[in-house]
């Protein structure tokens, strides 16, 4: 009996409203552990087949809800979504730190598995009685404070009712989608705890196709048996220690680097990435702390890197929101991107795009693209409705808005930046696809490639099987394959990782599951495996696009394009890095010249079925 | 590790308003009072709630009796769970100063401070915390 | 021989962005290292910074290629090689 798992997943049709217990067997879950390779393995066993024809907006495609064996048990609970993505027709382990990884777990599954779709709004409850179908009509329209608000009376209000003598009942865990993810707004992403959010790959968009408006969790059993558990007492207490030590990153999160990525590294997005530099000094992490952030060490289940900063306005036009820091990502992306530099419209942006459920990142990417498609005069006040001009804050969030109840222009901005800007071009008859800033579907993080002074670089994206993923970029196609990956599939969060001695992780990972958990057989055999699946389906792809090897594995137009101010002005990413970089990744993955995977390499990683569909992509 | 056995437990009613709540040490204790079968006892050393195991019968009296139904009966069996401080050196304040959240101190407050004053209801101290955090807002999100 | 040398992340600020190193020929990795370590006067012994050599979190590319995959330290080098090095990183 493997260890450190809840020992069953929850799999309901909505369709058929049927609801069973599930099991994998220990070969499986040893070669995938849970997350993002676990999903990969479980699409790939049902959807395999028929890849190319599954319509993730469609009832065919599946949405998944894992953990892993480690969540909950090393520091940083996390949830890993996936299924088919409606960017990029392959998949993501789509990750958000959230108690609802460990109420799911102590509730005695591991993940819930969602196929079908229902004929009407609903919400899934999972307690230790098992998993249930309730309706979700007063809660669809809602926006995620509220959806939180109703849930908790509501779940808590249930639970008191069946065991009324028990004591008070803790509030219940969730995930959720706001207006994007019910619109299938293509890019929406999968919210919780009100600003964390599995944003990349568009699964907000596969709920709201299976009219799934949350799945809540509420537990009361042990969190699962480990393997060895006084190792694991004296390695949790380990790690704890050295999350603790980092007092520079807990003091400023990410939080702080709104600035200094454009000042220091030249790689944030301004404008729709026409800069990557910026000078304005008031963007500073001050600028937050002093004046909007009211809890400073703030965190989730398990964490005591607590790198969230608990941000509210109490005064002026936006008095009342409330969000996390933001992080680096959405100040950029809700900041620079979009010409703001002024703390309190970051915030307000934030808040809106939280709500709303847009991902934080992939939302703003499109907005961002709008933006210079309006400077340009392709788009204009006529097909907006109103005037779009960067840094005007009330505007862009007319436009979120638009986008998430797909209303106008906002139902074409809704397709994601790649697929809008191909019906853009159609509508406009000028090619805009130069602005779109993406890979394979993805929109891209925060960290830019051309002044190759951040930690991204050539291949990072254009190589990435999760495309514009800034969290698990493609580095050399061997040493990263133990971190981010392993991460995402074990799943716990990178930031109670990255400043742990690996060998510690490793080490945790052994004594909570018994597994033969190491770093070498994760970035020589478990790593690739499942990067080798997500490669397979990205060639795939389908239904509306597969994308082609060599052409697609490709950084955006843009990301050719010379810096145009800053220490780092003309530098660009280089061609000939890409080209020499990418044929050594695929080579050290066993792929072929075109990224195809090998017949070789599936034999050695045990992928054999995969071989007659990857035997007609190398024709 | 079991949070839901846990003698102190954390609420959450909004994202932000995180509540930790356990035994107060009320100076009359209603609890120890309302129990059928003296389960409950005062401990003279710590002044903390003791809870004799195998004589209560899970009636849930002490849940009510408590202003801020602060007990609970255990998952697995039932019986009332009661913050014990550790015999006088609680493990909860240990870690959470090691954390430097310092959110937890062990105390000995003067007679004429209310007890009752920290033993509420989560949802009564949430409504205070959402006010202190987030200004007008805070009444909205509970 | 001249090798041309990247550096990212933390190490920056010890080694520098860009350098070009003299090697002699069938030089190392290891000799590379050792070279580096002697111009930036760090003292730690098969460390650069705080990145173990050959350890499991510094990736060491040789023309894109982790030299885990080579002959680790023993990689021989050659003329107008690349060596790139990428203390563990990532964004959030």
Known sequence: ?619 | MWPEASRIRIFMPFPGLEVPHLCAQCDDYPCIKSCPVEALSKDQATSAVLVNREKCISCGKCVTACPGQIPFLHPKDNKATICDLCGGDPECVKVCTEASYNALALVQEKPTVDRKLFAKPPIEVAKDLAVNLFGEKGEKVI | MKINIRVFGDLVSTLGRRQTVELDEGATILSLTNRLAEKARLKRQGHLGNHKVNGDELAVLVNGRNIRLLNGLETILHEGDEVVFLPPAAGG
């Open chain 1, 1 to 619: 009996m493997p260890r450190g798992y809840a020992g069953k997943f929850l799999e309901i049709d909505l369709s058929k409203e049927q609801i069973k217990d599930i099991t994998f067997n220990e070969s499986v879950l040893q070669a995938y552990l849970g997350g993002r390779g676990l999903a990969t393995k479980i699409l790939w066993d049902r959807l395999g087949d028929s890849w190319a024809k599954v319509d993730p907006l469609g009832p065919n495609n599946m949405f998944l809800a894992l953990t892993g064996p480690m969540t909950a048990i090393y520091p940083g609970a996390r949830i890993c979504c996936s299924g088919k993505s409606p960017l990029s027709n392959g998949t993501v382990g789509s990750t958000a730190s959230t108690e609802f990884a460990a109420e799911l777990k102590m509730a005695g599954y591991d993940g819930v598995i969602v196929t079908g779709k229902a004929n009407r709004p609903v919400y899934i409850l999972v307690t230790d009685e098992g998993g249930e179908i309730r309706s979700a009509s007063h809660l669809w329209g809602k926006l995620g404070e509220d959806t939180i608000r109703i849930l908790n009376k509501e779940v808590t209000e249930e639970l008191t009712k069946r065991k009324p003598n028990i004591g008070l009942w803790r509030e219940p865990g969730m995930i959720y989608i706001g207006p994007a993810g019910e619109n299938k707004v293509r890019n929406a992403a999968v919210m919780t705890k009100i600003c964390h959010a599995a944003g990349y790959g568009g699964y907000g968009a596969v709920m709201g196709s299976k009219n799934l408006k949350a799945i809540v969790a509420k537990g009361r059993s042990k969190l699962p048996e480990v393997d060895a558990p006084e190792a694991v007492k004296l390695l949790w207490k380990e790690v704890h220690r050295h999350l603790i030590a980092e007092n520079g990153f807990r003091r400023m999160g990410t939080g702080y680097a709104g600035y200094s990525v454009g000042a220091d590294t030249s790689s944030e997005p301004i404008r729709n990435w026409q800069e990557e530099w910026h000078d304005e000094r008031r963007f500073g992490g001050p600028s937050f702390e002093t004046r909007y952030w009211v809890k400073k060490l703030w965190s989730d289940f398990n964490c005591t890197t607590s790198c969230m900063k608990l941000s509210c306005i109490k005064t002026g036009r936006w008095k009342g929101d409330i969000t996390d820091m933001p992080d680096y990502e959405l100040q950029a992306y809700c900041g620079t991107n979009l010409g703001i530099f002024d703390a309190g419209d970051n915030i307000h942006i934030s808040t809106v795009i939280d709500n709303l459920g847009h991902s934080g990142i992939n939302g703003p990417n499109t907005m961002g693209f709008a933006a210079e498609l309006y400077q340009r005069g392709i788009l204009t006040k006529k097909d907006l409705g109103f005037e779009l001009k960067w840094g005007d804050a009330a505007a862009f969030e007319k436009l979120a808005w638009l986008i998430a109840k797909r209303e106008g222009i906002g139902d074409i901005l809704a397709e994601g930046t790649f697929r809008a800007a191909t019906k853009i071009s159609k509508m406009k008859g000028v090619d805009v696809a130069p602005y779109a800033v993406h890979v394979k579907g993805i929109e891209i993080g925060a960290h830019g490639t051309r002044s190759d002074a951040d930690y991204t670089h050539d291949i990072s994206y254009a190589a990435n099987v999760q495309g514009g993923d800034h969290t698990s970029v493609a580095v050399d196609g061997y040493s990263e394959l133990s971190s981010a990956v392993f991460t995402d599939s074990a799943v716990i969060c990178n930031f109670c990782f990255f400043w742990v001695p690996r060998a510690l992780v490793f080490d945790f990972a052994k004594a909570v599951t018994g597994f033969p958990i190491t770093m070498e057989s994760w970035k020589k055999e478990n790593g690739p495996r499942i990067v080798t699946l997500q490669r397979a389906f990205l060639l795939l792809g389908g239904p509306d696009i597969a994308w082609t090897p060599i052409e697609d594995d490709d950084n955006p137009p843009r990301f050719y394009e010379p810096l145009p101010s800053g220490p780092h002005k003309g530098k660009t990413t280089s061609r000939d890095q890409v080209k020499q970089k990418r044929q050594v990744y695929f080579e050290t993955l066993g792929w072929d010249e075109r990224g195809v995977p090998k017949k070789e390499t599936l034999e050695k990683l045990g992928l054999n079925d995969l071989e007659p569909a990857m035997k007609e992509l190398r024709k």
